[in-house]
């Protein structure tokens, strides 16, 4: 029996080394070395379907393809490189692992399609999960909100909806209530607007008191019919004016004249309008700082946008010469005396002053800039008393008239 041993031995066959693990199993055994690369082909896969779900909403999906296939060729090649038991396949085997995953990365992130539709997994994803409402009611693709020029490519009609702006006094105008003109007209231009009415605020010179006025369509309409009368009179006035073409100074001419044109407000710009553009007109009775609050358009009753702006209204200014200072008795006096005067202002500061003297039919005219008035009467009407020293130096009729 012993000696039939030796011969036993001698006839076993030596191991194929080829066969063995690459990784001795006195290190790490056979089901340890399984259950390691298993979970590391399980974690690979798992990073690919999160990857997968990131192309969704990306548009590299060729890059993530080549990298799959790249690291699927690596698992495979490793695979077999370390002949573990039960996961040791033939060359053949590889090969078709390699081809199968391969296929699969490319179907899955769509830059291999199968078929004549041209199906890809990525596509029909995007398609099913990326559909969402939209506020016009239209199913919108949420991919191409984040990325993509798709939808500027081509020809696309654009329509837009007009802008609808409104602008108090575009022409920066001064306006301001005169004896001879109880009201003034303060133009307010329109872009695509037909107002249904208009809402301004008048808040009180000198204090916080606010008066919130609403004008109707009819009330404006009133007001553009009595503004195109007051235009044809000033027309008249100044046709008139160029014919006589006389160089002379009256104080109640120019008040006329400035009520006239107060009146008749922003005029020579309605020659310069738009297709679109129209001037409306608020009639503004009390002095105060004008602002528009709202507008409504007539036929779609949505509001405008109004631009910033603000008018100042108040009483224009008025100047006499004080009753106290005037020549009482005889009008005669010496050459070379000294005659003084004033002369009685109301208005709202800064104001000018402009007057004249003639001495013996010659007129010279005067001005003084910038009067202030009182510093705790910022915005209101002042009072105020103008000296004039006045040397009589020419012999003659002197008159003075501011």
């Not at 060729?62 to 490189?81: M, P």
């Not at 022409?171 to 607007?193: M, R, Y």
Request: proline share 5%.
């Amino acid at each position: 029996m012993s000696s039939a041993s030796p011969l036993a031995s001698a006839r076993k066959p030596p191991a194929d080394s080829s066969n063995e693990p690459l990784i001795p199993e006195s290190y790490i055994d056979a089901p340890s070395q399984r259950l390691y690369i298993l979970s590391i082909g399980l974690l690979c896969q798992a990073v690919k379907i999160f990857d997968w779900l990131h192309s969704l909403i990306s548009e590299t999906t060729t890059d993530l393809t080549l990298k799959w296939i790249f690291v699927d060729l690596i698992y495979c090649l490793v695979l077999k490189r370390l002949r573990i038991p039960r996961l040791n396949y033939a060359s053949t085997a590889v090969i078709l692992q390699v081809l199968t995953l391969c296929l699969c990365d490319g179907i899955l992130f769509g830059t291999i399609h199968v078929g004549v539709s041209s199906y890809s997994l990525s596509s029909s994803a995007r398609n099913f999960y990326q559909k969402e409402l939209s506020t016009s009611g239209r199913m919108i693709n949420i991919r191409d909100l984040f990325s993509g020029d798709d939808h500027l490519k081509g020809e696309h009609t654009v329509r837009m909806s007009p802008i609808s702006t409104a602008k108090i006094n575009p022409g920066k105008q001064s306006f301001c209530l005169s004896p001879h003109s109880n009201a003034v007209f303060i133009p307010v231009l329109l872009n695509n607007t037909t107002p249904k009415g208009m809402l301004y605020s008048l808040t009180h010179l000198g204090t916080d008191k606010v008066d919130n006025v609403e004008v109707g369509w009819k009330e404006l309409r009133t007001i553009d019919q009595h503004l195109q009368e007051s235009l044809q009179i000033t027309k008249t006035a100044k046709s008139v004016d160029e014919e006589n073409n006389e160089i002379d100074w009256d104080g109640d001419d120019e008040d006329a004249s400035l009520g006239r044109e107060n009146s008749v407000g922003y005029t020579s710009a309605t020659q310069k309008l738009e297709k679109t553009q129209s001037i409306y007109h608020l009639k503004i009775t009390k002095p105060g700082i004008v602002r528009l609050e709202r507008i409504t358009d007539k036929y779609t009753s949505h509001l405008t946008r109004i631009f910033p702006g603000e008018v100042a209204v108040a009483l224009c200014p008025q100047a006499e010469f004080a009753p106290d200072s005037l020549v009482k008795g005889t009008a005669i006096r010496c050459i070379g005396s000294k005659e003084e005067l004033s002369i009685k202002m109301s208005g709202v500061p800064p104001m000018s002053l402009n007057w004249h003297r003639s001495i013996n039919g010659r007129k010279e005219y005067f001005s003084i800039e910038r009067i202030e008035g009182e510093p705790d009467k910022q915005g209101q009407t002042n009072e105020l008393r103008v000296p004039l020293d006045m040397i009589l130096d020419v012999p003659g009729t002197h008159e003075r008239e501011t």
